[in-house]
């Protein structure tokens, strides 16, 4: 998985903003990580620790909320829970639901001192 | 990646030039101290609250942090990076293809076959990504085709980052097609941008009916789908109609054909395929 290459990203933006604010360190950064991105948060921390070494990220703790997969189901004209990406509508089982959430990685803000 | 340019930690070799060998310098790095208090700010109504974005504002006494809202797709940097490739293939008219497959569907033997078919109508170029060796290169070399290696050590796809350092080495001429084979992965490259006008799968049909569902970010993510190997088929089970209803299924404007970097079949419409995408992506582009 590219994990790694998503954590060299984030500590970069990271980075980068908290230079803009003048900061010391990053202590806490948020992310948006969707359900149905294909991304492990397990994996995310476990290469933030080795990425933020040596830089004023080290140590920041990363908080992960997880978002819901959900699409707009075009038979049943609504918006439907989606457990995998490109899965069947749970109501009428077939496949015509257009993916509105679940895909998220985003940096949303981070704690800064 | 470094904060300087965005290399990531992969070295990127071009050839034996180490293009991607500079300073990596990193931010201002202070020891972490110990507070003794949480690092949250307290509302009026005593509500715990971290997303409220009270960028500059002190609370005395509490805390010197801050929240600052930042609101970024994590792979904002590589999609910057892929816009500075896509606007360079425009610029100089190249029509590039980002191959994507996992390790052993053919995809080099097939890119030979496809430039032996191509050169003598249009100028192609290369760059092979494999996490080590450039036997890929010497191979596509030995068409006449100028070729470019990445090496990404760890890393598991390229990035745009990458491609944009092996452009200003292979320098494609206009009006030609540039050629990326990615890395073998059916994974991670789906979600990495290179500048590309279209993404192209492949797959063999020694592989599966069922990739397709079991990696849809790939299939929903390419505009074309070679199946591959088609030479075999007398030889297994593989249903191809299973295989490309699966397809359609993560991708209904999935376009498909079906080749055999051994005997050939399908490489003329692959051809006329690249030939007719370049033509038209260059009328889009004339159109602005």
Redesign the interface.
Known sequence: MHEMALTESIVEIALEEALKQGARRVTRVFLDVGALSAVEPEALEFCFAAVACGTAAEGARLEIARTLGAGWCLDCERSVPLAERFGACPECGRYRVQMTSGDELKIREMEID | ???VC?C??AQIVLDKDKAGAHAHA?????H?HDHDHD?HHHGEDGAID??K?I?GAHVPGLS???????????????DAYARDNRRAFAARGVFALNFVSSPGSGKTSLLVRTIEALKERMAVTVIEGDQQTSNDAERIRATGAPAIQINTG????L?AHMVGHALETLAPPPGSALFIENVGNL??PA??DLGEAHKVVVLSVTEGEDKP?KY??MF?AADLLLLNKSDLLPHLDFDVGACLANAL??NPRLQTLIVSAKTGEGLAAFVAWIEASAARRAADMARG
Do not use: T, W
């Not at chain 2, 990193?26 to 202070?30: L, Q, T, W």
């Not at chain 2, 010197?64 to 590589?78: A, F, G």
């Not at chain 2, 760890?154 to 796809?157: A, E, I, L, R, V």
């Open positions: 990646m470094c904060s965005g990531g930690e990193h931010g201002p790095h202070d972490p690092h971290y997303g974005g960028a010197q942090e801050r929240i600052v809202r930042i609101e970024r797709d994590i792979l904002s940097k590589n760890k890393g598991c796809h990035d994974v991670c979600a990495f569902l849809p970010d929903a299924r993560v």
